[in-house]
């Protein structure tokens, strides 16, 4: 594709505008549910701007477009958007302001801006109105330009929904379920609706297929005390799914259902719910004379707190995944002496199908729990390199080969990285290597009180680079779910 495509997709955006009479639209990169991955038909940003990391905002004007991301991307988003005429808003840097800022900066009084709505979240929302509002900026958050330019846009996602067994989770739905309800009563709820895809599945003990790499299904849930309703893809459940689920309370409606049934709660009840999940198309389903309760999910810190049973799952899932990781590294070693490999001839992509190879002789083994980030020579500057045909390179000899890569199984999620040695290295990249590991070390043996923040932690892993004048431009480390 070439880059004249997303300025021609800008120019027609910016027609759509004018009919609608919005002066400033944004494209964010979540789905309805506010993930930080999403599936294909939802992949709106990059389809508008080249540009496909997992994080970005999209912001046009009239006159203007500029793209958002953080330091993972830089690189990358550089490359992505050269000739787009799209500017790259390098946020945290010094001067570069933030989209909202920047919205702020380009919108007269009386001005729209405009959004689709279901892909912004609640707290997303009360920090462009906070922004805008003493403008007299105007909002319309129903217009869903992009969908009326993408005319082979991919299916709404529909992929089977399927129960993850308790010897796996360790803890029944009917407990979750219950464990939920008392917390509603200690908050005084009515009911409460859950918009976060991984929340929906650790409280249901379902999984499903709809993003890439993510075992979730679409689906919101509304939580009473006589019942729980979620709502998903009627076809993605299976009749011995539904009955299943029927058995603890569970009735299934239609995905876009929830809406109608928010509209209908009755006045005076109260309902419990999340904003930083939960859509402003949500948020302005729910009448008027309903109580609203914002709390973060009991579900997020529930899920965030592994049972035993997960916790000796998870072990098992690490070394089955070590094992698949170690025959890689083992691998590395012997090709060098290969004619193949001399010759230039394996690559980062037969790295990548080598390792899902050996991660499938893994028992309870399911998916990759993300794109294998198999980054040879210089690619491996880009934080989040994602091979493919165009920019696949042979194995760079004297150089480092880093792999990022992780699994799906049945006993959990992995995601281990692993930079190795191809020939010999020089000097200047030893020592670098060598303080990455020595911030690794210190931090792996930390010792810290109850109630220590991973911020403070952080310090030590960079500690060895800063004392080179040195450090990295993303987070140290992340949650992990439990097949999620």
């Not at 609640?122 to 109105?129: M, P």
């Not at 529909?158 to 067994?165: G, K």
Request: charged share 25%; aromatic share 10%; net charge negative.
């Amino acid at each position: 594709m070439t880059t004249n495509r997303y300025r021609q997709r800008i120019e027609t955006l910016r027609s759509l505008m004018k009919e609608s009479g919005i002066h400033a639209y944004l494209i964010v990169s979540s789905d309805f549910h506010a993930s930080e991955y999403v599936g294909d038909y939802f992949k709106c940003r990059a389809y508008m701007s080249g540009f496909t990391g997992s994080a970005g905002t999209l912001a046009v004007t009239m006159e203007e477009a500029a793209l958002w991301t953080d330091g993972r991307y830089f690189l990358q988003a550089a490359d992505q958007l050269a000739d787009t005429g799209i500017l790259l808003q390098k946020m945290g840097e010094p001067g570069v302001p933030t989209f909202v800022e920047w919205i702020a900066s380009r919108l007269e009084p009386g001005q729209t801006l405009g959004y689709d709505g279901r892909t912004i979240e609640g707290r997303l929302a009360d920090t462009l109105h906070k922004a805008l509002d003493p403008q007299y900026i105007r909002f319309m958050e129903t217009e869903d330009l992009v969908g009326r330019i993408w005319t082979d846009r991919p299916a709404f996602p529909a992929a089977p929904i399927w129960i993850l067994e308790e010897k796996y989770t360790g803890r029944s739905r009917k407990d979750k379920l219950d464990g939920l309800r008392r917390h509603m009563a200690d908050c005084r709820a009515d009911r409460m609706l859950i918009a976060g895809l991984d929340d929906i599945a650790w409280l249901f003990n379902i999984r499903g297929g709809d993003i890439a790499f993510n075992p979730v299904p679409m689906a919101y849930a509304l939580i009473g005390f006589d019942k729980a309703s979620l709502y998903v893809s009627e076809e993605a459940v299976t009749a011995d799914v539904r009955k299943e689920l029927a058995e603890d309370g569970v009735e299934i409606r239609p995905y876009f259902a929830v809406y109608e049934d928010l509209r209908e709660l009755p006045e005076y009840s109260s309902l419990l719910l999340d904003r930083s999940s939960c859509n402003v198309a949500l948020l302005a389903a729910v009448p008027a004379g309903v109580g609203v309760i914002h709390k973060s999910s009991w579900t997020t810190l529930q899920k965030a707190v592994k049972n035993p049973v997960e916790a000796a799952n998870i072990r098992r899932a690490h070394i089955r995944d070590g094992a698949a990781v170690t025959k890689l590294l083992y691998w590395l070693d012997q090709i060098q002496d290969t004619g193949d490999y001399k010759e230039g001839r394996i690559t980062e992509l037969d790295v990548a199908a080598r390792l899902l190879q050996l991660r499938r002789q893994q028992d309870g083994f399911l998916d990759q729990s993300f794109a294998p980030i198999i980054a040879a020579g210089s690619h491996g500057a880009i934080v989040h390199y994602d091979p493919d045909e165009d920019s696949n390179i042979p194995l760079v000899h004297n150089s480092f080969l880093l792999m990022d890569t992780g699994g799906q199984y049945l006993q959990g999620t992995t995601d281990i990285t692993r930079t190795a040695v191809l020939g010999t290295v020089t000097d200047e990249m030893k020592e670098h290597y060598t303080a990455v590991l020595r911030g690794n070390l210190d931090l792996a043996g930390a010792v810290f009180h109850k109630g220590c923040s991973g911020i403070k932690l952080d310090t030590l892993a960079r500690l060895p680079l800063w004392e080179k004048g040195l450090d990295f431009n993303h987070g140290t480390g992340h949650g992990v779910g439990y097949l999620l």
